[in-house]
């Protein structure tokens, strides 16, 4: 069943509608809309698609939502299972669920606490990961914080102050014995870099200190560097 009010747009049942400019855009059923969306709040509790690109104040999935466009909104925050096909612009992100980014992602907080997975290039001002993520591209940020739980990937890692920390609790002591745990990166470039429990090819930076369980390639810095014994770092050069 589909209703429909002055600024608003509810789908409850099976239904599918047209694009449009609506005050409130709530799926709560089975429900597609075909065209651009946009909207003050953007809600999906059931199974929604949008057939284009959605720019709203917040959206929120809680469901399994489909955007099959761009993305632009203040705050996203998904919970169940999101998924957009082009770029994302965002100011907050949070990621609790399952998050699927086709295109580049630009956000001023990210805070990851689910499992989440970015075909392009992320940029933002505060990366804060504790799930499990894997970036295609490069992601830079001005603090970037990244507590080890399982195994994360990215193809690069640039920005002002870079941490890698191993997750401390009894589920991460259970999934080290049963899964890979580690975050695997080419390469890493900042001014001050604490990593454990990585693999990279390069980590180029200003201070640099290599915690525990770390299998480096090559160490450039141009300050200190600190290397824990529990750690191989194959070649180191000062610069």
Same mark, same amino acid.
């Given at each position: 069943?589909?209703?429909?009010?002055?600024?608003?747009?509810?789908?409850?049942?099976?239904?599918?509608?047209?694009?449009?400019?609506? &005050? @409130?855009?709530? #799926? =709560? $059923?089975?429900?597609?809309?075909? +065209?651009?969306?946009?909207?003050?709040? /953007? %809600?999906?509790? !059931?199974?929604?698609?949008?057939?284009?690109?959605?720019?709203?104040?917040?959206?929120?999935?809680?469901?399994?939502?489909?955007?099959?466009?761009?993305?632009?909104?203040?705050?996203?925050?998904?919970?169940?299972?999101?998924?957009?096909?082009?770029?994302?612009?965002?100011?907050?992100?949070?990621?609790?669920?399952?998050?699927?980014?086709?295109?580049?992602?630009?956000? &001023? @907080?990210?805070? #990851? =606490? $689910?499992?989440?997975?970015?075909? +392009?290039?992320?940029?933002?001002?505060? /990366? %804060?990961?504790? !799930?499990?993520?894997?970036?295609?591209?490069?992601?830079?940020?001005?603090?970037?914080?990244?507590?080890?739980?399982?195994?994360?990937?990215?193809?690069?890692?640039?920005?002002?102050?870079?941490?890698?920390?191993?997750?401390?609790?009894?589920?991460?002591?259970?999934?080290?014995?049963?899964?890979?745990?580690?975050?695997?990166?080419?390469?890493?470039?900042?001014?001050?870099?604490?990593?454990?429990?990585?693999?990279?090819?390069?980590?180029? +930076?200003?201070?640099?200190?290599?915690?525990?369980?770390?299998?480096?390639?090559?160490?450039?810095?141009?300050?200190?560097?600190?290397?824990?014994?529990?750690?191989?770092?194959?070649?180191?050069?000062?610069?």
């Amino acid at each position: 069943m589909q209703t429909e009010k002055t600024g608003e747009l509810t789908i409850n049942g099976f239904g599918s509608t047209n694009g449009g400019k609506f &005050e @409130t855009v709530q #799926l =709560n $059923g089975n429900g597609t809309i075909n +065209g651009d969306v946009m909207c003050t709040n /953007f %809600v999906c509790n !059931g199974t929604g698609t949008v057939n284009g690109s959605l720019s709203a104040s917040s959206a929120r999935i809680t469901g399994n939502g489909k955007i099959n466009g761009n993305l632009e909104t203040k705050v996203l925050n998904i919970e169940g299972r999101g998924s957009i096909k082009g770029y994302s612009l965002v100011k907050k992100l949070k990621v609790s669920g399952k998050g699927f980014f086709g295109g580049n992602v630009i956000a &001023e @907080t990210i805070n #990851l =606490n $689910g499992k989440t997975y970015m075909d +392009g290039n992320c940029e933002t001002d505060i /990366f %804060v990961a504790e !799930g499990q993520f894997a970036i295609g591209g490069l992601l830079s940020g001005d603090e970037i914080n990244i507590h080890i739980y399982g195994e994360s990937k990215a193809k690069e890692i640039g920005g002002q102050t870079i941490k890698v920390k191993q997750k401390i609790g009894t589920l991460l002591k259970f999934l080290k014995n049963m899964f890979p745990v580690g975050l695997e990166v080419e390469g890493i470039e900042g001014d001050n870099i604490e990593i454990e429990y990585t693999k990279a090819k390069v980590v180029r +930076g200003h201070h640099i200190k290599i915690g525990p369980n770390c299998r480096i390639d090559l160490v450039e810095y141009s300050g200190t560097f600190i290397q824990d014994k529990n750690s191989v770092v194959k070649e180191t050069k000062k610069i």
